[in-house]
């Protein structure tokens, strides 16, 4: 069950990130983009980084793509009437098609938690028996404040200069276009 998770959000995120890249319509790149991020989010989880995946989620797709789709709501009133003209085109669904989708997703999601209820993946036992395990009691982010700080200060500064990027151009993109 692990494998087949892991496979689907890489497959996730691979697939939305190059249908991301050839799309033309901004406010569907949008919503492929938050699907690429909530997949690596899930990737994080497989690779045992839960304080990146919580990051990601909520620096990334709760800062940087909600201010870009305020941009992008506050941009060009052609730009969502491009998007109302093109409904019924791609990724779009009928309700009967969605259901069968939904359950599917609900199935998948059901049978993880029984499995994991049922027998732990082999990581977990392995860790439990090296005790190795991480638990809620270790202090975890007071480590990792003293690695940003310490060892990780220029990627930890490139990082704050990309999520300033991000605002300047979803200040540039919310911007009125000035008539002569």
Known sequence: MESILF?????????????????????????????????????????????????????????????????????????????????????????WQTIPVVCGFLFLMIYGIIEWQQAPPTWILQARENNTEIVATDNNIHQIGLRFMTFYVLPFEIISVFLMMALIGASHLSRKERTI
């Not at 990601?56 to 940087?64: A, K, L, R, W």
């Open 7 to 95: 496979y689907a959000f890489a497959t996730l995120a691979i697939g939305s990130a190059l249908l991301l890249v050839n799309l033309k319509n901004i406010a569907r790149a949008l919503f492929l983009f938050f699907i690429v991020l909530f997949a690596m989010a899930g990737l994080y989880l497989f690779a045992l980084a839960d304080f990146v995946a919580i990051t990601q989620i909520m620096v990334y797709v709760g800062g940087v793509l909600i201010l870009m789709l305020f941009a992008f709501m506050l941009s060009n009133k052609e730009l969502l009437k491009d998007l109302q003209d093109s409904s019924g085109s791609f990724l779009s669904m009928p309700t």
